[in-house]
């Protein structure tokens, strides 16, 4: 009698760009990308463009600002998907990349859409903590952590872009993203380290295979705090995002996500992270391998 030795189930693929946009293929043939932001040379710069894309019948947009959604316009162009973002932010969005009204789905927080190979449940959430400027411009003593006097906010080329911006900073939405094969994904942006009491307390009821999650900044405690994220989720695998620092060379890779997972042996977490390089396609699976 012979036994097999070991056994590999392959489930998803999926690719990292830049910032937090990611294309990610089920197995059943659809494919979702994340955040489009993909520009070869220029403006938010990743070395992809859009025809690197394989595939794309739905984008989700989890905020209004350029750095997630710069590609929007050439992705719809291409692909036709259905595109997903904000209610707030929805009309806007069409008319600034011009996709048609009738192949936006607005969500809203709490919302379910099941498009078969993929279940995404709209989760409540903030935007990264990076920016107090107040509307008239003023300086303002509270504002000394991000900004210093006289520094001036972001510029934009015409009222919609800036309506954008600031609608951006406004409505963001995070989800937890289901298969029919039992696999959930998180997808965690905001700040970092779950370190608001509202992001904390839905979290740890959440427990996803995979937490795709905002990256901690390298000048912080970013071992502890991403290994909170593991920790309070339960989840196995984590995917550092929005690291284009480590990309623009302040950090090793490597050595980032070593530390994290130092921390989590300490703390006898199954859970470790992994940085995806980018363009590259990773194959999630999961295995039984004899001992
Ligand atoms: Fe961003």
Redesign the pocket.
Known sequence: MEFEKNLTVPYLKLRYFA??CFEIKFPGGKTLVI?PCLNKEGRFSCGYDVNDLEGCDVVYVN?S?G??VDSLGKVYDRFHPLVMANAVTAYDLCVQYDVPFIQMLPYVSGDTFDFGDFKLDILHAR??LNNLRRPSGKEDPFDNVFFKPGMKGPTYATELEEKLGNMGTLYNNNFVLSTPQNIQIGFF?GNPGLTAPEDRNMWKNIHPDIIFAHRAKYTVDYANMMADVLELTGARIMVPM?IEDAYSGQYDPAEYTANINKVCAERGLVGRAMFLERGQWYQFTSGVNKL
């Open positions: 910032f937090n955040d905020h600002h750095d997630h935007h990264a942006a929005h």
